[in-house]
T-cell receptor, first 110, second 117 residues
Framework: GQQVMQIPQYQHVQEGEDFTTYCNSS?????IQWYKQRPGGHPVFLIQ?????EVKKQKRLTFQFGEAKKNSSLHITATQTTDVGTYFC??????????FGQGTTLQVKP | GAVVSQHPSRVICKSGTSVKIECRSL??????MFWYRQFPKQSLMLMAT?????????EQGVEKDKFLINHASLTLSTLTVTSAHPEDSSFYIC?????????????FGPGTRLLVL
């Protein structure tokens, strides 16, 4: 079936370092969404990318959607301790279902 | 953004009992809601799609007689875990779709932690 793979599974960085998580789908996606889940919390919607090659920024976060609409990335510049959490990508399949990646858990050392 | 609530937030029950979880969209109407299950340190797994006024659509491997879903109104969907067993212990999260212009966004509830003893 349709799969969305996300790497890395875990990332430990020093505060101030950059962080990137990558998402790859086995099939073309109609859109990709990114969520952040804090420990003990629920996923919170960050952004949705729809167009091929789209790049969107939210302060220190940069989101990209690949030209083939099969991969995406989230890049955080100069991480802060408040960035700690698990970041999930989720792709909307051709059946309309949201398929989540496995998530990347980010730890930031102060 | 839109708000989705879930009740209860935590529940502990004995094996063999049934547990009902409510998911409400507080400030918008949702014809479609989704139920997910999340094991510790794992991703969200879609269990079923709840459609207002019609039967839920279950994902492969999810027992519809075990996880009863009712979507009686445009703001409420319920998930009942029937005859719960310890292996049903998990974090159950619902979400609801809202159209914002041309963009369809899923808003998640705070989740329900179920522990079956």
């Amino acid at each position: 079936g349709q799969q969305v793979m996300q790497i890395p599974q875990y990332q430990h960085v020093q505060e101030g370092e950059d962080f990137t998580t990558y998402c790859n789908s086995s099939t073309t996606l109609s859109n990709i969404q990114w969520y952040k889940q804090r420990p003990g919390g629920h996923p919170v919607f960050l952004i949705q990318l729809v167009k091929s090659g789209e790049v969107k920024k939210q302060k220190r976060l940069t989101f990209q959607f690949g030209e083939a609409k099969k991969n995406s990335s989230l890049h955080i510049t100069a991480t802060q301790t408040t960035d700690v959490g698990t970041y999930f990508c989720a792709g909307t399949s051709n059946t309309g279902k949201l398929i989540f990646g496995q998530g990347t858990t980010l730890q930031v050392k102060p | 953004g839109a708000v989705v609530s879930q009740h209860p937030s935590r529940v502990i029950c004995k094996s063999g009992t049934s547990v009902k979880i409510e998911c409400r969209s507080l400030d918008f109407q949702a014809t479609t809601m989704f139920w997910y299950r999340q094991f510790p340190k794992q991703s969200l797994m879609l269990m079923a799609t709840s459609n207002e006024g019609s039967k839920a659509t279950y994902e492969q491997g999810v027992e519809k007689d075990k996880f009863l879903i009712n979507h009686a109104s445009l703001t409420l969907s319920t998930l009942t875990v029937t005859s719960a067993h310890p292996e049903d212990s998990s974090f159950y999260i619902c979400s609801a779709d809202q159209m914002e212009g041309a963009q369809e966004t899923q808003y998640f509830g705070p989740g329900t932690r179920l522990l079956v003893l």
